[in-house]
Structure formats: C-alpha cells, structure tokens
C-alpha cells in the first residue's frame, strides 16, 4: 500500500465531500461518552525529548487510554498504570530491544527510531518510525510481533489511518489475529 491515508473520497457521485482518517475512525468507532483527560502535551513531549504528532494527540484528546476491539490498546501520556503509560513503555521497549539484539535477534530499526504508541493482548507492540525526526506528522507505522522476528509495515500514514485501516478491514497485520478486528469494532475505556 503506497502514499499517504489522510483524505480519501467518501461520495461516490462526485459531490466533492472528504473523509479523513480522523473521519473515518470516528464512524467505524465511536469514542467514549465521557470526555478524555488532555494531557499537557508540552510537558509530555519535553519528557519524551520529541515533538508527537498531531493526529495521535487528536486520538488522545478524543478517545483516551483503552482499547480497540479488546485488542489494540494505545498508551496514555501520563497514565498511573506503567504499563499504559507512553513514557514508560517508550523507556521498556528500548530496553527490550536493545535484549533482542543481545539475544542475537535482527532488529531493523535503531532504538532512537522508534516510538511504541500501543500494544496487543498477544504482547505485539506498534511503533512509529521517526523519520523524519524532526517531522512527527510524516512518521509511519511498523508492529513488531510478540516473541518473535517479524515486522509489519504500514506506509499509509499515522497512528490513527493505520487503525482506521485495520480496523475496517482495509490493511491486514499479518502478525495480527485472523479474528481481529471483529464485525463491529469498539473502543473500550481503560479504568485508571
């Protein structure tokens, strides 16, 4: 899959309307009722020593911490619980990797590269790619499978096309599950 999922047409008669993948996400799942905690996002970005990008703090800022379908869960800046927290996972997934390449596994990427934003049940991390550094906003998408070697690319944009996209069925991780997502995907608030 090439280019970049950020506008797609969404009216087959030509009447000019554009869904974007922000769009998209909110008709495939709705967020929650209750309104998110918006992180101070300078404060998580001077801790993280990175600028994030704009469409995973509209996730955020509109959905919060929890998970889709059950499965795919998305780290909270700032969360109490460590393992839903942004700035641990970004500390644990560096060291993880840097025991993967000890272990004599092939990591593709330079720990400074990657960025975890969220992780399966089965214990597969997503990760954006940083390139470039300096532009949060054109990072793409890998997901590293659980216990094991595989990478899975996804160059279709950000954090929220590459959910859109699998979400509705249009991009397969093939680390992922053959029953995920499920027919009706939702978004299921974590509690903390």
Same mark, same amino acid.
């Given at each position: 899959m090439g280019g970049t999922y950020l506008e797609? @047409?969404?009216?087959?008669? &030509?009447?000019?309307?554009?869904?974007?993948?922000?769009?998209?996400?909110?008709?495939?799942? @709705?967020? #929650?009722?209750?309104?998110?905690?918006?992180?101070?996002?300078?404060?998580?970005?001077a801790r993280l020593g990175t600028r994030l990008p704009g469409d995973y703090k509209w996730l955020i800022e509109t959905y919060g911490s929890g998970s889709f379908d059950e499965f795919l869960g998305v780290f909270q800046p700032g969360s109490r619980i460590d393992g839903l927290r942004l700035e641990h996972q970004a500390e644990r997934t560096a060291w993880a990797l840097d025991y993967l390449r000890d272990g004599g596994e092939q990591v593709p990427f330079r720990n400074?590269?990657?960025? @975890?934003?969220?992780?399966?049940?089965?214990?597969?991390?997503?990760?954006?790619?940083?390139?470039?550094?300096?532009? @949060?906003?054109?990072?793409?998408?890998?997901?590293?499978?659980?216990?094991? #070697?595989?990478?899975?690319a996804f160059d279709g944009g950000g954090a929220v096309a590459f959910l859109s996209?699998?979400?509705? &069925? &249009?991009?397969?991780?093939?680390?992922? #599950?053959?029953?995920?997502?499920?027919?009706?995907?939702?978004?299921?608030?974590?509690?903390?």
């Open positions: 797609m @047409p969404t009216d087959p008669s &030509g009447g000019g309307e554009t869904l974007t993948a922000r769009d998209d996400l909110l008709a495939l799942v @709705p967020p #929650p009722s209750r309104p998110a905690v918006v992180p101070d996002w300078a404060a998580v970005e400074d590269e990657l960025l @975890p934003f969220g992780r399966t049940d089965n214990g597969d991390f997503c990760y954006w790619v940083r390139h470039p550094a300096d532009d @949060p906003d054109a990072w793409t998408v890998v997901v590293n499978e659980a216990r094991g #070697p595989e990478w899975s996209m699998v979400l509705s &069925g &249009g991009h397969r991780v093939s680390v992922f #599950p053959d029953d995920f997502p499920g027919a009706h995907p939702a978004f299921e608030p974590d509690e903390a």
